[in-house]
Structures are given as structure tokens and as C-alpha cells.
């Protein structure tokens, strides 16, 4: 069974610092790995990322893939209050069009 | 405007009711999916499509039903199956199935 674990569960930290959050994941047939952004309803996208060492950036947040250690980072530099939201990492097979989902870490950051 | 629109933002149901929830988008989109999202985890899909007249059962489909009888319109029944129904329904759609999937705004389902 696919699987995918995001560390941590939950993170508070105050505006300005840099956050760093971890998507680990266990599938048969890896093709993509993806970043959400929920705040309060929908989920808006944010990277998908398919190959290994090739850092995606917008603004303060970048992300990067490494498919050798089956894992993914997203960092957020700077942070500000409007970055507080739930982060969410899915990963996508060859086989489908189908998304596994992790559990998501929850960051509050305070101002 | 094009997107995802879900309808209603909240419903209520009543025991051995069925209810239908309603996902249109005006994207063109191919696929079409339906997440259930429970305090604390993250999105379990329910079932999905890739193509008109054609759907997949996900993880947890027991309980649902669903159609695609047209392109832009993905409604998601919660039968009186299924017993669990309280929870946050998103809908999503993505211009092919290799792509990135766009959400709606969300269904918040709460039992009477």
C-alpha cells in the first residue's frame, strides 16, 4: 500500500524565521510529488516535482525532490503570518492519475 | 471565472437520507476526483474519473455513489451506506490525469 508521511504534524513559529517541512514516502512505481497549500477551504498547488536534485522556487517558498532517499523538503524563508495554513504533500504513480495524500503539517506562525 | 464550483458549502443530513453533492467546473478538464478530508488527516479519495462516462472506485468508495454523465459535472451521493458521512468534501479536477489537480471551495457535511 502506498504511503506518505509528512514531518512535522504540527509547527509554530514566529514571522521572519525558516521553516522546513518533510513529505517521506513509500510508493511502487514513483512518477510525481506535489505540494498543496490549504488555508481554509480549497487546496491550491503549489510544485510538482518529478525529478531528483532540481529545486522548484516561487518567491520565498522553494521545494526539492530526492528520489534516491524517497523524500521531499518545502521551505518557506521569511515567514509571514499569511503563510500560516496546512501544508499538504501527495505523490502520484505511473500507473493512474491518482493521488495519495499524507496527513499534512499544520504551521502557525505568529507575528 | 473559470474553476472548480462546489454546491452547498454546508448540507445536513438525516439519518437513512440520502444527499448529493455537486462539483462543476468550467475548466475543460478530462479528470475529475472526490476527496473526503476528516480532522487530522489528509485527503482520502472517494472515486474519480478520467474520461466522460467512465469512474473508478477509490480508497473508501463504500457508501458513495457517483456519475459523469457530462464533462463539467461530477455529482458525489452520500447514501445512507454510509454511515460515518460528518466530514469535508473536496472536489477536484486536472486538464489530463498526469497534471496538477485544482480544488473546489469544499462541502462540509454534517449529520442531524
Known amino acids: 500500500e502506498d504511503k506518505v508521511v509528512q514531518s512535522p504534524l504540527s509547527l509554530v513559529v514566529h514571522e521572519g524565521d525558516t521553516v522546513t517541512l518533510n513529505c517521506s514516502y513509500e510508493v511502487t512505481n514513483f512518477r510525481s510529488l506535489l505540494w498543496y497549500k490549504q488555508e481554509k477551504k480549497a487546496p491550491t498547488f503549489l510544485f510538482m516535482l518529478t525529478s531528483s536534485g532540481i529545486e522548484k522556487k516561487s518567491g520565498r517558498l522553494s521545494s526539492i525532490l530526492d528520489k534516491k532517499e524517497l523524500f521531499s523538503i518545502l521551505n518557506i524563508t521569511a515567514t509571514q503570518t499569511g503563510d500560516s495554513a496546512i501544508y499538504l504533500c501527495a505523490v502520484r504513480e505511473t500507473s493512474g492519475s491518482r493521488l495519495t495524500f499524507g496527513e499534512g503539517t499544520q504551521l502557525t506562525v505568529n507575528p | 471565472d473559470g474553476g472548480i464550483t462546489q454546491s452547498p458549502k454546508y448540507l445536513f443530513r438525516k439519518e437513512g437520507q440520502n444527499v448529493t453533492l455537486s462539483c462543476e467546473q468550467n475548466l475543460n478538464h478530462d479528470a475529475m476526483y472526490w476527496y473526503r478530508q476528516d480532522p487530522g488527516q489528509g485527503l482520502r479519495l472517494i472515486y474519480y474519473?478520467?474520461?466522460?462516462?467512465?469512474?473508478q472506485k477509490g480508497d473508501i468508495a463504500e457508501g458513495y455513489s457517483v456519475s459523469r454523465e457530462k464533462k463539467e459535472s461530477f455529482p458525489l451521493t452520500v447514501t445512507s451506506a454510509q454511515k460515518n458521512p460528518t466530514a469535508f468534501y473536496l472536489c477536484a479536477s486536472s486538464i489530463d490525469g498526469d497534471l496538477a489537480q485544482y480544488f473546489g471551495a469544499g462541502t462540509r457535511l454534517s449529520v442531524l
Open positions: 474519473s478520467q474520461i466522460v462516462n467512465d469512474f
